[in-house]
T-cell receptor, first 113, second 108 residues
Framework: DAMVIQNPRYQVTQFGKPVTLSCSQT?????MYWYQQKSSQAPKLLFH???????NEADTPDNFQSRRPNTSFCFLDIRSPGLGDAAMYLC????????????FGPGTRLTVT | DAKTTQPPSMDCAEGRAANLPCNHS???????VYWYRQIHSQGPQYIIH???NNETNEMASLIITEDRKSSTLILPHATLRDTAVYYC?????????FGAGTTVTVRA
């Protein structure tokens, strides 16, 4: 049974055209994360929500925003995608922010044309 | 978080145990050792984590040295489906800093 679901799996957008990626979870976890993984690189944390509290990583560009309307859903908004934003975007969840394992979704591969 | 060092790649034979080493010589007392793996084009998958004691679950065993400066992940009977990039991460909270990992190829 899927626990962290990401839609769509593949997204193509145009340079500068806003795009939204979605993530949902059936685990009822408090924390939801967004990671960016560029080709042949390791995943890099962009930000996370603890419940409704948003926590941005210091080096995450302003072009990336997030929304979490309820426990189950979290969205990643890229306001003006550039060619350098082409990547796999991974959503993950965890019960809390301590020493808890994170459960990752399958990812959305974003192509910017 | 402490930096971890892993070999870039390793091969192992199907059906044999795979022993994946990780060095974390600067690990602090409250940092856990986590292992995740990422099969090609999929999201990372949690394998196991530990603080001081050795840990075992249905996927793997984690052996941490007494001084905690290194650890070994053991996949007891490797299968072709275990081919993946394996990440060893030292962290004391939610922030997982993924390094380059070890690309493990299981061969028939």
């Amino acid at each position: 049974d899927a626990m962290v679901i990401q839609n769509p799996r593949y997204q193509v957008t145009q340079f500068g055209k806003p795009v939204t990626l979605s993530c949902s979870q059936t685990l009822n976890h408090n924390v939801m994360y967004w990671y960016q993984q560029k080709s042949s690189q390791a995943p890099k944390l962009l930000f996370h929500y603890y419940d409704k509290d948003f926590n941005n990583e210091a080096d995450t560009p302003d072009n990336f925003q997030s929304r979490r309307p309820n426990t189950s859903f979290c969205f990643l908004d890229i306001r003006s995608p550039g060619l350098g934003d082409a990547a796999m975007y991974l959503c993950a969840t965890s019960r809390d922010t301590g020493a808890y394992e994170q459960y990752f979704g399958p990812g959305t591969r974003l192509t910017v044309t | 978080d402490a930096k971890t060092t892993q070999p870039p790649s390793m091969d192992c034979a199907e059906g044999r145990a795979a022993n994946l080493p990780c060095n974390h010589s600067t690990i602090s007392g409250n940092e856990y050792v986590y292992w995740y793996r990422q099969i090609h084009s999929q999201g990372p998958q949690y394998i196991i984590h530990g603080l001081k004691n050795n840990e075992t679950n249905e996927m793997a065993s984690l052996i941490i040295t007494e001084d905690r400066k290194s650890s070994t992940l053991i996949l007891p009977h490797a299968t072709l489906r275990d081919t993946a990039v394996y990440y060893c991460i030292a962290a004391d909270d939610y922030k997982l800093s993924f390094g380059a990992g070890t690309t493990v190829t299981v061969r028939a």
